[in-house]
């Protein structure tokens, strides 16, 4: 079965200071793995997707993430955070069942950046 | 569309009422799938259709939630004699067959009072 732990439901960060959000999966087989962002009141919009190809991913915004297998790890890093990251992300993995995929979203980690 | 809609954005209901919560997918995309969201939650897995058929309703609570897409592009959410621990957001999402991402929509906001 697949799953995704985001390891902290909370990041508080400040304005122009690295972002970390931190995310394991668990998958029987190699998995595509995503981070979707949330702003309040709005859809989810997805910041970037790994499926098998190189291993640093980069997203919108300045996002990337990087894909451990031997870790099982697949962390959210931006270099230099803004006030408009400030939002909820969900680390998502793609579980293939009958012949689709379905998302299977972690909890979720609420980012906060102060000036 | 342009993305994925979902209608109505909000809807506040009585307990024991019916509901119904609609979704317009991104023209062409064939598949289509219902996610629930609770309060502090990551959302949750409903309901995936390919086409006109449901063919993985493994998500859906109970007997009181059930969907339909006659047609194959518009899709309905359907809940029966609502309770108040049925108020969430509930996500419409759709996608190419066999491509991994979705697109989301905004969501209705139910709340059961």
């Known amino acids: 079965a697949q799953s995704v732990t985001q390891l902290d439901s909370h990041v508080s960060v400040s304005e122009g200071t690295p972002v970390l959000l931190r995310c394991n999966y668990s998958?029987?087989?190699?998995?595509?793995l995503f981070w979707y962002v949330q702003h309040p009141n709005k859809g989810l919009q997805l910041l970037l997707k790994?499926?098998?190809?190189?291993?640093l991913v980069k997203g919108i915004n300045g996002f990337e993430a990087e894909f451990k297998k031997s870790e099982t790890s697949f962390h959210l890093t931006k270099p230099s955070a803004h006030m408009s990251d400030a939002a909820e992300y969900f680390c998502?993995?793609?579980?293939?069942?009958?012949?689709?995929?379905?998302?299977?979203f972690g909890a979720g980690t609420r980012l906060a950046v102060h000036p | 569309g342009a993305g994925v809609s979902q209608t109505p954005s909000n809807k506040v209901t009585e307990k024991g009422k019916y509901v119904e919560l609609r979704c317009d997918p991104i023209?062409?995309?064939?598949?289509l799938y219902w996610y629930r969201q609770s309060l502090g939650q990551g959302p949750e897995f409903l309901i995936y259709?390919?086409?006109?058929?449901?063919?993985?309703d493994s998500g859906l609570p109970n007997d009181r939630f059930f969907a339909v897409r006659p047609e194959g592009s518009v899709s309905t959410l359907k809940i029966q004699r609502t309770e108040r621990g049925d108020s969430a957001v509930y996500l419409c999402?759709?996608?190419?067959?066999?491509?991994?991402?979705?697109?989301f929509g905004q969501g209705t906001r139910l709340t059961v009072v």
């Open positions: 999402a759709s996608s190419l067959t066999g491509e991994a991402r979705a697109f």
């Open positions: 998958s029987s087989y190699s998995p595509s």
């Open positions: 790994y499926t098998s190809a190189a291993t």
């Open positions: 998502v993995v793609s579980a293939i069942s009958g012949g689709y995929n379905k998302l299977i």
């Open positions: 023209s062409g995309h064939t598949a």
């Open positions: 259709f390919q086409g006109t058929g449901a063919a993985d």
